[in-house]
């Protein structure tokens, strides 16, 4: 594993915010080496690479943390060669305004609504370069899993061209999500078994709530309408932080064409074990 792999884990566990993602840690990096003439997509964005390129990578990051991770999603890209394409980080409500989720605790109808916007906002992404006539691929790792699942639940499976969704689940356990809605923590034994872990710091706890905003919906009942044909999906089967697809989420995903890889290893070590392999199955990247 890289430096950068293992300070995001180290990260990960001082935070004890990375329950839905991967791609935490200190941000380097504010500005876009690339800007548009749209200022509200150059708000809502950070980009980097081919700006000429007719292919478009959009990451929707996880967390939830109240920060964007250029360098990190630098550092996941690093594996393969993503120099002939334009690459784009997407802001989500707790990156935008961050002052909004570090000061009080929020309620989790209000964490629905901020999640709720957050997809709007990747769509307003997607659509932009949809409408340039772009390849449009989207990128989305634990909570971006969630987040994906959500932009094409909600705005259709040809909203974007292709998807790999990484570490996420379709259907996570009722209990688990509810006890996150409380702004609770929490972790899975063997990938299977959940335990729930009260929480103090009321960042880490708005960030849980964030987190179970997403995580309360059944997406194998609201993606049951489209052919998944386009996603390409990664799970890990000893995933301490969200926990491994059962049968019944695996035969869905399955039933409905998508692409399903599984990794021996839990949530961290399933993502640098298959993104490679990953990326080149879904988007074609070597």
């Known amino acids: 594993m890289s430096k950068g792999r293992t300070f995001f884990k180290s990260i990960i566990i001082t935070l ?3 329950i839905l993602f991967t791609g935490c840690g200190t941000n380097k990096t504010n500005k876009s080496s690339i800007v548009t003439d749209n200022e509200e997509i150059n708000s809502l964005t950070y980009i980097y690479g081919n700006k000429k390129s007719d292919t478009v990578i959009i990451n929707t990051q ?7 991770m250029n360098d990190e999603l630098k550092e996941i ?13 997407v802001h989500q409500s707790q990156t935008k305004k961050p002052e909004l989720f570090i000061k009080k605790e929020i309620s989790f109808d209000e964490a629905i609504k901020y999640d709720k916007q957050s997809v709007e906002d990747l769509y307003k992404i997607v659509k932009y370069y949809k409408d340039q006539n772009k390849k449009v691929y989207v990128l989305g ?9 959500e932009l094409i639940a909600e705005k259709g499976v040809d909203a974007a061209d292709k998807y790999l969704i990484m570490v996420g689940r379709l259907n996570i356990n009722e209990m688990f999500w509810k006890g996150f809605s409380q702004g609770k923590n929490g972790h899975y034994v063997n990938g299977v078994k959940p335990v729930l872990e009260d929480v103090t710091d009321i960042t880490e706890k708005n960030m849980y709530k964030l987190a179970a905003g997403l ?3 059944r997406y194998t009942n609201k993606l049951d309408k489209y052919d998944l044909s386009k996603v390409t999906y990664v799970y890990g089967k000893t995933d301490e932080q969200v926990g491994k697809l059962n049968d019944k989420e695996i035969e869905f995903l399955k039933s409905k064409n998508a692409t399903v890889i599984s990794d021996e290893s839990g949530h961290s070590d399933a993502i640098d074990n298959k993104i490679k392999e990953g990326l080149k199955k879904a988007f074609d990247i070597k």
């Open 16 to 18: 004890m915010i990375g």
């Open 62 to 68: 996880g967390g939830p943390v109240p920060e964007l």
């Open 77 to 89: 890209l690093s594996s393969v060669n993503t120099k002939d394409y334009l690459i784009v980080n």
């Open 141 to 149: 790792i634990s909570f971006g899993a969630f987040m994906t699942q």
């Open 215 to 217: 995580g309360r919906n």
